[in-house]
């Protein structure tokens, strides 16, 4: 019984590709996010979807973009991929938007674009 | 300016010994929420230990504890008794209020802490 899960664990793609990660959650929690971790394993927050809404955009290409269809569940697509794209992508999910809720995360999706 | 330092990319520590990963963090917001995570070398990130802003007294769990000093914007981890699954990388956290950061997290660079037997 996984609590934040990410589909698929790995995906290897080439430039110019359209492709989408799944992440759902069964924590009941309302916010859900996404980030990305960088080779240097720095984590930056991309999105934030609180009970279906956006609630945090942050400076990502336009070529992202997140779908909630329903609050357990936030997928990432991304269309025209570059080499940059490669890294870690990590779904989350908390509880509510606050100070001191603790975000649990998804196993994180290995992208790797040739 | 970032909003969260760690200044030690490295630390070396022998099994059974107490260490301390820095972070500092920067925000005028009064209410914040200071949070450690732990990513293994297989990838996931386990959250460790969370201090609010209001908590007068230091966060524990477990051989975690947190060295919360308000005044000096710090918030340290230690471990105690350090054992050979600790060895990993450790993140340093921050939520903010609506007037510091509208709760968007920010996470430090990391420190990746090794355990000697």
């Known amino acids: 019984d996984t609590a934040v899960s990410q589909t698929p664990k790995y995906l290897v793609t080439q430039m110019g590709n359209d492709k989408s990660i799944k992440c759902e959650q069964n924590?009941?929690?309302?916010?859900m996010y996404w980030y990305k971790q960088d080779s240097k394993k720095f984590l930056k927050i991309m999105f934030s979807?609180?009970?279906?809404?956006?609630?945090i955009n942050e400076t990502v290409p336009n070529r992202f973009s997140p779908k909630s269809p329903d609050k357990a569940h936030l997928n990432l697509h991304i269309n025209s991929l570059e080499l940059g794209d490669s890294a870690v992508y990590f779904c989350?999910?908390?509880?509510?938007?606050?100070?001191?809720?603790?975000?649990?995360f998804g196993p994180g999706t290995r992208l790797l674009v040739l | 300016a970032q909003k969260i330092t760690q200044t030690q990319p490295g630390m070396f520590v022998q099994e059974k010994e107490a260490v301390t990963l820095d972070c500092t963090y920067d925000?005028?917001?009064?209410?914040?929420?200071l949070f450690w995570y732990k990513q293994p070398s297989s990838g996931e990130m386990i959250f460790l230990i969370y201090?609010?802003?209001?908590?007068?007294q230091n966060a524990t769990e477990g051989r975690y504890s947190l060295n919360f000093q308000k005044a000096r914007k710090s918030a340290n981890l230690v471990i105690s008794a350090s054992q050979l699954g600790d060895s990993a990388m450790y993140f340093c956290?921050?939520?903010?209020?609506?007037?510091?950061?509208?709760?968007?997290?920010?996470f430090g660079r990391g420190t990746s802490l090794i355990v000697h037997p």
């Open positions: 989350a999910s908390s509880q509510r938007t606050s100070v001191q809720e603790t975000q649990y």
């Open positions: 924590l009941g929690h309302d916010t």
């Open positions: 979807y609180n009970n279906k809404e956006l609630i």
């Open positions: 925000t005028s917001d009064p209410s914040y929420g």
């Open positions: 201090q609010g802003s209001y908590d007068q």
């Open positions: 956290a921050m939520r903010e209020g609506p007037s510091g950061g509208s709760y968007i997290p920010t």
